[in-house]
């Protein structure tokens, strides 16, 4: 919870630099496996999870910013089922790998096929080569998503796929892309457009509202930025 990573660029290579792994857990864990609130920039993967399946304690992976990462922002192993991916902003990942995107090219990759339990809600997939990968059945729930600006497909599952009817599709007005400031900036669209979920912080770790803005950052709504920049005063990215 409340890392900030950040790789040297962007790799190809799965022995380069990736900012999490997580490790195995049994088939059946008896606790919360949570990611929070971290700020991950660039590598091989942005976020590598292993996590087994218990229905009673889903994973979360809530509040990131990730960014950069030459093949995959998250990916999740095919034994991941039962996880509740919210709020996160997911920027630009997977063009490194353009020229192979079967290999992995998405801003979220979902490893297991024929999900029955993995929760996709209030994230922003913003100008990575695809949004999100699924194959099978997609027996899950995918709600009051932003995408916008993906090179290629915004949901693949070895073909173009509609988008959830909740789905939106306009610029986040992110305040600076190119000093991968990923606050919403005032007149942002997606301020308020959320819906609740069971736990919801943000990259500052400000809880949400019952009606949160899609992404990583809460804002203190009244017309302001959304949130605080995590990167340090002197611009380190």
């Known amino acids: 919870i409340g890392n900030r990573m950040i790789c040297p660029g962007p790799s190809t290579s799965p022995s380069g630099c990736s900012p999490i792994l997580t490790g195995h857990k049994p088939s059946a864990p008896t606790g919360e496996f949570k990611i929070h609130s971290n700020y991950l920039r660039y590598g091989w993967r942005g976020l590598t999870f292993f996590a087994g399946c218990n229905e009673a304690y889903p994973a979360q992976i809530i509040g990131n ?129 959320g819906v609740a979920v069971t736990e919801c912080i943000d990259l500052n770790h400000v809880h949400c509202t019952s009606t949160p803005d899609i992404g990583a950052y809460q804002a203190h709504h009244g017309g302001k930025p959304t949130g605080t920049l995590s990167p340090n005063a002197a611009g380190v990215r």
């Open 65 to 193: 910013d990730i960014a950069g990462a030459g093949t995959l922002g998250i990916w999740l192993h095919s034994t991941v089922d039962c996880v509740l991916i919210a709020n996160n902003t997911i920027v630009g990942n997977g063009i490194l790998n353009a020229a192979s995107p079967a290999s992995g090219a998405h801003g979220l990759y979902i490893g297991k096929p024929d999900t029955t339990a993995v929760q996709i809600t209030n994230n922003i997939f913003y100008g990575n080569y695809r949004g999100y990968f699924f194959t099978g059945t997609f027996g899950t729930t995918s709600s009051h998503n932003d995408y916008y600006g993906q090179v290629s497909w915004n949901i693949d599952s070895g073909s173009s796929q509609s988008l959830e009817a909740s789905a939106l599709t306009v610029d986040p007005k992110f305040i600076n892309v190119a000093t991968s400031d990923h606050r919403l900036d005032g007149p942002s669209t997606l301020r308020r457009a």
